[in-house]
């Protein structure tokens, strides 16, 4: 029998105007009414898939780029993802929603009170992808860390949420009718709170976890203020890939989205690292489930994919352009006025750009001196068959055999599939593959009850 594994949706562009830059936009879904969203969340539990994890940038980037990021629809508009959520925890019974949340734009008191409302509104289905991207301090009034000081802010600003979660005890609620008590003050931890980001006294005006005593029955409030993780809790999901990222993951998360290249020996080597860290700090590989991104281009026979691979070799100005706007935005950074057939000098790139960003850019090169623009644009923009370990290009049976291959030989959790939360986008991607993936026992054919934790801990 297949490893059975998790899969998920990470909402790429966020709360944005979906399927822009694509034929399929002229559906005129209105991007900004919930509809469009509600509908391909319920295509995604009917599949059998775990969680939606929404995507979100709060800032517009550097006021000289502006243009850039909202020219294609890359960078914004995007709403706010958080009120998202109960639109589509309302058209759904099991899925688990977790939108992107930076510590930077929520008090610890402001956000364990909307996050505990969340959690009990959805019946123990929500989650926050806590990520530390310190770009959009100046809407705040805030200085912007350093890329650990970042990092040491969220652990700080976790611990404090989760403290004023379990400010209440589990028996401080007592909601007897009979007696007309409803709870007992002296079961509440005033949570006083004195850490180098944040200054705050509870406890917390909000319903613990569980709520009286029903859903998934596994919360504890120990009315002690731990700030250490429990069972009712929303659900930690985190994106970070640097060491200090995989720490935090370790340390903290429920779910991991990994950006990784999809082959056994660096799932493998990935997966080592979360959870060596995950042990560091006492917890176990069942604590947490490594969740890769992944975007197959699934096709509907061998030769359209050997012939979508051939032409990927061959792009068109038009189509490098294209990919040279999605680096531009993502790099703050103009490469689509820029000759194609010179190498790029590196000073375009100021000191805001993410290394990572222009490493990502070089691919394969070692210096920019060593390619033209067209070659690097070109490199980025080749395709490969997913049946040669070439690429993600395939048939629907190719596409299961790559995610069985990794759940047997990399011991894989599973994957967050990527891209609009677009019913066209999600057919595309899943109406052949869904059905493969359940005969062979890799994908979920049912829910239990419990909520998010209770799925992503059912196997
Ligand atoms: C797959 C993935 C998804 C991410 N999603 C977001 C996001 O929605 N919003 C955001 O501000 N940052 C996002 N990030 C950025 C990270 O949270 C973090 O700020 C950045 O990766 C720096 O951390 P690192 O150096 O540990 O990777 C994402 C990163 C990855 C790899």
Redesign the pocket.
Known sequence: MARQQHFGW?LSR?FGPHGWGHPYYEWNYPWHRPDLYQQSVRDLEQAGFDLVII???LSLGNADTLDLRIRSAYGGPKHDPLLLAPYLFDVTEHIGIAP?V?PLAYSPYQAARQFATLQHLSDYRFGI?V???VGSSRHFGAEPLA?DAAYDRAEEWLTAVRALWHSWGTDALIADPSTGHFADGSRLDPVRHRGEYYSFDGPLNALPFPSLGEASGTGTGTGTGTGSALPGDPVVVS????G??LNFAGEQSEVQ?A?ASLDVASIRSYRAKVLDAARAHGRSAADIDILF?FKPIIVSSPEEAQRIVDASAHPSDEALLQVAAGQSSDLETDLTGLDLDRPVDPAIFGDHVSR?SIKGLLGAFDDFADATLRQLLTAKARLGRISERAGYVGTADEVADFIEELGAEADNDGFIFSGDLHPVTIHRMLDELVPILRRRGILRTSFGAGGLRANLRDF
Not at 239 to 242: E, I, L, T, V
């Open positions: 990470f966020g995507e979100d940038a992107t930076n992808n990520v530390t991207d890329h994106p970070g890939g640097s200090r990222g989205l950006l991104v990572g």
